[in-house]
């Protein structure tokens, strides 16, 4: 109860018309960083972070983490569109939105996006107001086994998840663990498979990767096959808007489900963009139906984007409380905090309750504002569509381009977007499932390092993953996860066969 | 035409302006990039971010100063950067003493030599640091549990075969242990584990634990440097970073490691715009803020420049080679 009297102290800053405004400033400044890939939330951050200097703690905290949500919906807006994700969070959320946008669903997509993020967030600081104290402790007992057990859970609600054959889904994955080895690695200190081009010391950028993949594959296989966009057709109309946001309660499992993952990746932390993965993993595997699936379901956009912002919101107060950014986002802003002469540690909440509670009070306040935002956007994006494919072509071209040489500011990077581009079309084309490589880009080094530090600790006994309850415990759930396709094929077997559905992703 | 003319004559007179004054002194004549050798939030970027916010503030520059992080591959990446960069007195390049450790270590298309020294603003302290609830209330008596149980002592770090690593590789051989080494991504990993009582012990900078030692979580045993920590407001219980015993007092013969926040430019640049950073990071540490920085992560304010810098960058790549070398770690 100590904590609903410190946040309404926190509403008590942060409802303030100056920072209302500086809310509304962060959140149009994010869709803006959001919707154009590559520049994405942490650039945009970083870019923005000298403005705040000059400003008061809270201010510039109000200022950055609402230019953080805005980012963070901006992406989802490309994904669905483009098939671009803004965001690598979003990556998830074309796997379904893009296909429903294809159909001409852009605008139930686009608000089913936003109302589902805005409601993970949401989960994601009533969650921090709560338990704060509790989750700073808990998350204190994670170390390196501990993490190399969320990892495996993420993997192993992943797997087995493609229609292809899982060969491929083997080799698109070892592929992802290549991609991601490359560079300078944690644990021996020596710079691997970089064939001593200079370029490839800082490793291959996942979203450089991300945006070739999906941005540049979907345009070469729609110029081969012609526009097939029925957008021209839908309608767009703000009733739609409406429409659809009545039907989302339908959804109350997976949005229930989804904010849970998203929570508990955020608080571990896995971050949001493996929150996002999981969450779109389980979905499918405990949906009623599983066909469809790949093709335009709604539940496919509602639980990547529900983890997505439950996760990016929960990650927030691993970073205050213990000083361990939980999203690349996350670090930036902590640095920010040592500019602004704060420490982050244990003894801010008790140090300084104004900004601490002020932030949480302000991450209510500025999630309901990037909702109204977005969804207000909702009519004019989805409209995009409607823009013949002649010009919208070219613009999603140079909009990959430049978005992958924002990443690193490398002309290298534009050599890579484009082979990656060509390798996104040659999976297409030979129905090799992408996603398990971008999922192993993402988590594959942090799931090696954490690995190799645990076999440090042992001495190289592996009996330390199940040394304690807590990692034994998220072990035997990710071994669980694993091994259900084989356990639902050998039920499967038994019965007269069914189709399954098949993953384009 | 006339007016044509006329704006010619203003152009030559302007240009030839120009340059009698870049005869007597260097000045940026277009936007200056900061190259911070590490990811945004990291100590290094703190330092450029500091200096940028400073530079700014008090309008020590007729140029703006863009930020750019190029911190791959260990910081690596900044330096190849600045490397192509020969010759663009415009960028100026921010580290650690990694831009003379790490080229002996990972073989890179970059020598030490390939950027231009300008100056060390700052040194920063390690510590040997226990958890909170750790038996050992001294250094001692680490270093006794250490010997009595050879490679059963963890010891966590940022990174691998860098500072933190080679630190503990010369305590092992000051102290005459073996303990096991654990490398984290980052400073704050380390200080994390360290208070979740994952790790025995680490060797962090004073603001990457500093955190956590107000809340109770950790607690320092001892500073690697020859004379005690400045003396600043009391951190926990009345007690301050005055209050540390060095290392040597505790028993254990290491005083010299630390860690310098360093500037440096791309190679074939001209002398004077060496002076002019020179003179430039001078009066950068003579405003109030600076003095906020230092004081807030508690290093020492050194400032090292020409001659100076020449000589400590010298002797702290032999100590650093030594150890490099006899762990096998050498590449070249």
């Given amino acids: ?505 | 035409m006339m007016m044509k003319k006329a704006l010619m004559a203003a152009t030559a007179l302007v240009a030839a302006l120009g340059i009698s004054a870049a005869e007597a002194a260097w000045k940026p004549s277009k936007p200056v990039e900061f190259v911070v050798t590490s990811g945004p939030g990291g100590g290094t970027d703190q330092f450029a971010r500091t200096v940028q916010a400073i530079i700014t503030k008090h309008n020590l520059l007729d140029q703006p100063v863009v930020v750019v992080n190029k911190g791959g591959g260990s910081g690596a990446e900044g330096f190849v950067y600045g490397k192509t960069a020969a010759g663009e007195p415009h960028k100026v390049i921010f580290a650690t003493n990694n831009e003379w450790l790490l080229p002996l270590v990972a073989k890179l298309a970059f020598k030490p030599d390939d950027l231009t020294p300008v100056a060390a603003m700052a040194v920063d302290e390690f510590l040997l640091w226990v958890p909170g609830d750790s038996p050992h209330q001294d250094a001692k008596s680490f270093i006794e549990a250490a010997k009595a149980a050879p490679g059963k002592m963890k010891i966590g770090g940022s990174q691998s075969k860098d500072t933190d690593h080679i630190l503990v590789k010369q305590i092992e051989k000051a102290a005459g242990i073996k303990v096991t080494y654990v490398p984290f991504k980052s400073g704050g990993e380390a200080a994390t584990q360290l208070a979740g009582g994952h790790v025995d012990a680490n060797t962090n900078n004073p603001a990457e634990n500093l955190g956590q030692w107000k809340a109770g979580g950790v607690r320092p045993l001892c500073v690697f440097a020859p004379d005690r920590m400045a003396k600043g407001e009391p951190v926990v219980d009345g007690k301050g970073w005055a209050d540390i015993p060095t290392c040597k007092e505790a028993g254990v013969p290491l005083e010299h490691y630390q860690m310098p926040r360093t500037v440096f430019l791309p190679g074939d640049v001209p002398q004077e715009a060496v002076a002019f950073y020179v003179d430039l990071l001078k009066q950068v540490r003579e405003k109030p803020e600076w003095q906020e920085y230092i004081t807030r992560t508690s290093q020492s304010n050194r400032f090292f420049a020409g001659e100076d810098f020449q000589t400590f960058i010298r002797n702290n790549e032999d100590e650093g080679r030594a150890v490099i070398a006899a762990e096998g770690w050498l590449v070249n």
């Fill in chain 1, 1 to 505: 109860m100590e904590n609903i009297a410190s946040l309404m102290h926190g509403f008590g800053v942060a409802l303030t018309m100056h920072h209302v405004l500086l809310m509304m400033l962060g959140v149009l400044l994010g869709i803006l960083v959001g919707v154009l890939p590559g520049l994405g939330a942490p650039n945009g951050v970083t870019l923005l972070m000298p403005l705040t200097f000059s400003m008061d703690p809270i201010s510039a905290i109000i200022l950055l983490t609402s230019m953080y949500w805005g980012a963070l919906f901006g992406g989802s807006t490309t994904s669905i569109l483009f098939n671009i994700p803004g965001e690598p969070s979003s990556v998830a959320t074309t796997f379904d939105g893009h296909p429903m946008a294809k159909q001409g669903r852009a605008t139930e997509a686009l608000t089913y996006a936003f109302l589902s993020a805005g409601f993970g967030a949401l989960v994601g600081v009533v969650l921090i107001t709560v338990l704060s104290s509790w989750v700073a402790k808990f998350a204190l007992r994670f170390s390196s086994p501990e993490f190399f057990a969320v990892y495996f859970l993420a993997f192993a609600s992943f797997i087995g998840l493609g229609g292809s054959s899982p060969f491929k889904t083997v080799i698109s994955i070892m592929l992802g663990f290549a991609f991601t080895a490359v560079g300078m690695d944690t644990v021996s200190g020596s710079l691997r498979l970089t064939y001593g081009i200079d370029e490839l010391i800082r490793g291959i950028s996942f979203l450089v990767a991300v945006i070739g993949l999906f941005g540049i594959g979907e345009l070469l296989l729609t110029m081969e096959e012609g526009l097939r966009f029925d957008g021209v057709k839908a309608r767009v109309s703000p009733r739609k808007v409406f429409a659809t946001l009545l039907t989302l309660p339908r959804y109350w499992l997976t949005l229930l489900r989804s904010a849970a993952i998203g929570c508990w990746m955020g608080i571990t932390p896995g971050g949001p963009t493996a929150a996002s993965f999981m969450s779109y993993g389980l979905a499918k595997r405990f949906a009623r139906r599983r066909d469809g699936f790949g093709k335009g379901r709604e539940e496919g956009v509602i639980a990547p984007e529900t983890a997505d912002h439950a996760a990016g919101s929960s990650a927030i107060l691993p970073m205050l409380a213990l000083g361990i950014p939980g999203s690349a986002t996350a670090a930036v802003m902590m640095g920010g905090l040592m500019i602004w002469g704060l420490t982050p540690g244990p003894m801010l909440f008790i140090e300084q309750k104004d900004f601490v509670w002020g932030l949480i009070a302000s991450m209510y306040l500025g999630n309901v504002v990037a909702v109204v935002l977005v969804l207000a956007t909702v009519p004019l994006f989805a409209a995009i569509l409607r823009v013949p494919f002649a010009i919208i072509g070219p613009v999603i071209l140079v909009i990959c381009v430049s978005g992958a040489y924002t990443v690193a500011g490398a002309s290298f990077d534009l050599w890579l977007v484009l082979i990656f581009g060509v390798v996104g079309y040659v999976f297409k084309k030979l129905d090799y499932p992408i996603a398990p490589m971008v999922l192993a880009m993402v988590l594959g080094d942090k799931a090696e390092d954490a690995f190799r530090q645990s076999a440090i600790m042992s001495g190289g006994d592996l009996s330390i993953f199940w040394s304690n309850g807590l990692v034994a415990t998220i072990m035997a759930l990710g071994v669980l996860l694993l091994v259900w396709p084989l356990l639902s094929l050998i039920v499967q077997r038994l019965r007269p066969s069914r189709d399954v559905g098949a993953t384009t992703a």
